[in-house]
C-alpha cells in the first residue's frame, strides 16, 4: 500500500534498499556460518579425538610398546605385529630410532569392543548403502593423519590406523 503512494524514483530507491539489504542478511549469515564451520575444523585439524591404543601413542620407544602390550606374536626393529584375542589385532611401526609412527588395529567382528567413528574421528559418519564407512583426518598441527576403515558384509573388518606425518 505504501509503494502505491510513492512516487516511481522512490518506489526504485526502495526496491534496490530492500534488495541490498536482503543480500547483507544473506552474507552475514553465510559468513557466520563459515567461521562456525572453520572453528571447528580448526579444533578438529588440531588434535585428533583418538590418541592413543591401548595406551600406546606416536612417538612412544619399541621398550614401552611392548611394556604396555606384552610380546609380539612377531616383532623386528621396523614393526611388531600383536594378537590380543580372536577378534582384535595391532601392527605397531618404528622409525630408524625405534619410535612408534604407525598404530593400526583391526577389529574383526561387531560389537561392543569395536571402536564407533564418532570414538575415533569425533563425528559419526553416515555408512554407504553396502555398509562399508571410510573417512581419513589430516591433523597438520599434531603432525598426523588418523583414519577408521570398516568392510562391506556380515563379519565387517574395521580398522582404525594414526600415523605421524612425514616432514
Known sequence: ??????????????????????????TSATAQAQRRSGAQAG?????????????????????????????????????????????????????????????????????????TPKQVLGADLEAKPDGSIYRMVRYPKAGCWLSYNRTAGNSPLTTVTIQKIEQ
Request: glycine content about 6%; cysteine-free.
Open 43 to 115: 579444533a578438529e585439524e588440531a588434535r585428533p579425538a583418538f590418541q592413543e591404543y591401548r595406551g600406546v601413542q606416536l612417538g612412544m620407544s619399541a621398550d614401552d610398546v611392548r611394556k604396555k602390550l606384552g610380546t609380539p606374536k612377531d616383532k623386528s626393529d621396523e614393526q611388531d605385529f600383536f594378537i590380543f584375542n580372536e577378534t582384535e589385532t595391532a601392527q605397531i611401526l618404528y622409525d630408524k630410532l625405534h619410535k612408534v609412527i604407525t598404530i593400526s588395529a583391526d577389529f574383526m567382528s561387531s560389537g561392543n569392543t569395536v571402536p
Open 1 to 26: 500500500m505504501i509503494h502505491l503512494l510513492l512516487k516511481p524514483a522512490a518506489q526504485s530507491r526502495m526496491l534496490i534498499f530492500g534488495i541490498t539489504l536482503l543480500i547483507s542478511l544473506v
